[in-house]
């Protein structure tokens, strides 16, 4: 009995703990967000459209490429780390970390010196308007890559605030502080000096984390010689990849095709109109993400019922918060922005659709963290190669013809393509399989 008590405690400690961490991690996310999004909507403020939107697709791409160029070290990091840790081979822990570090940053290098070289013999890749912020834009590429890697070492060693802190808050506050000194120096913002105050922040965030780690882990890793031999860690995190790069892909991918068609005005309202959406999706990421602990808590203890109805609840309640986000921010955008913003039109009926599959993702977003809970990556990883798949495809097919209106149906397919995948494996594979 005393056991079984003991057992109980243990976990209910556990439970909490993991509840205090995720509500940590959440706030430093929902903090770097909002100063994200308002980070954003200052440098539109000082900027023509066409400046904006070579800002913003340098800085899609660096979010889209960084990812693919990381080969899966970001995932691997939190499974080999922990585990070394929890062994004791302190050694190996800092080998593979600093591995890890490397060989992303050859991987970064190299995938930027392909698209350097691309856009070189094939100019018309990208539009003409686009393809100078986008040259500029690879250079944050590799420091991007490194800072994932950082990022998820710091949360694998259970540092929540050195993990989010510099690469959310900590990122958009040294971004702000860089435009608006070159604002006060210059009188202006161009998008050169935005994408180059882009990139600085990305080489001073991963740098200011890589010494935060080396200070918190001093008196255990720290003391370690690193040990490399007879590890084969490439080939355990290279298939990992295909998760983080279909992730990236169906999130970014329709944007950064969209410079292949459209001049960077019609992308620096593309652009803004994402801006908008990403405001709005704060609503069901906050949502999704207190759910998400007490989920993967009901099913660790055996509760599926309870972790179902957390589910439940957290559709509904991220679908109708959503919704009136969605009405709130429509008004917002042909009331409000005129007067804030006049150089920039927003386009109702693009930003109808736009705000849709952030009402779809609104209902996605929990059961992807709920089929995690069930240990079924390979759902996740084929979820997210159907909707990058599918959004790509669609805007080959829409965009040349529709403009921005295809780009946004195209990220709409996609969205309803996730949905269908999710709900197919949630209500077929694991509550069929439970009843």
Request: aromatic share 8%; proline share 4%.
């Amino acid at each position: 009995m005393r056991l079984k008590n003991l057992f109980r405690k243990r976990e209910a400690h556990s439970r909490a703990d993991l509840l205090i961490r995720s509500s940590i991690s959440m706030m430093f996310q929902m903090s770097g967000r909002i100063a994200g999004l308002l980070l954003v909507f200052v440098i539109a403020k000082f900027m023509s459209v066409a400046d904006y939107g070579g800002f913003v697709y340098a800085r899609n791409a660096i979010l889209l490429i960084g990812p693919i160029a990381v080969l899966g070290f970001n995932l691997s990091v939190t499974r080999i780390v922990p585990t070394y840790v929890a062994r004791g081979e302190f050694g190996l822990a800092r080998g593979f970390m600093n591995y890890a570090l490397a060989v992303t940053a050859l991987s970064a290098t190299i995938a930027v010196a392909l698209i350097f070289a691309a856009l070189m013999l094939l100019p018309e890749l990208v539009e003409p308007s686009l393809r100078h912020a986008l040259i500029i834009g690879l250079v944050g590429v590799v420091p991007y890559a490194a800072l994932m890697v950082t990022t998820e070492t710091a949360r694998a060693l259970g540092f929540p605030s050195i993990a989010d802190g510099p690469p959310n808050l900590g990122q958009s506050v040294a971004v702000f502080v860089l435009v608006m000194g070159i604002y006060l120096a210059l009188g202006t913002v161009t998008a050169d000096g935005a994408i180059i105050a882009l990139v600085i922040s990305c080489f001073a965030m991963v740098a200011a984390q890589a010494i935060m780690i080396r200070r918190a882990t001093a008196a255990t890793l720290g003391a370690a010689t690193p040990a490399y031999e007879g590890r084969n860690w490439l080939v355990t995190s290279a298939p990992l990849s295909l998760s983080t790069a279909a992730f990236a892909l169906s999130d970014r991918g329709v944007f950064f095709l969209l410079g292949s068609y459209a001049a960077a005005a019609e992308v620096g309202i593309f652009g803004f109109l994402l801006l908008i959406s990403q405001t709005v999706a704060i609503i069901p990421l906050s949502i999704s993400g207190m759910a998400a602990a007490r989920q993967s808590a009901a099913i660790a203890v055996g509760e599926h019922a309870r972790a179902r109805t957390i589910l439940r609840d957290a559709r509904l309640a991220g679908c109708a918060l959503t919704v009136l986000g969605s009405l709130g921010a429509a008004f917002a955008s042909q009331e409000l922005l005129p007067l804030l913003l006049p150089h920039l039109a927003v386009p109702l009926d693009t930003l109808a659709i736009v705000l849709a599959s952030v009402t779809i993702t609104a209902w996605t977003r929990p059961a992807g963290y709920f089929v995690l809970s069930y240990n079924r990556s390979v759902t996740v990883i084929f979820n997210q190669t159907a909707a990058a798949a599918t959004a790509v495809g669609v805007t080959f097919l829409l965009v040349p013809s529709m403009g921005l209106n295809g780009a946004a149906i195209a990220m709409l397919a996609g969205c309803i393509s996730r949905l269908l995948v999710l709900e197919y494996v949630i209500n077929w594979k694991i509550f069929r399989h439970l009843s």
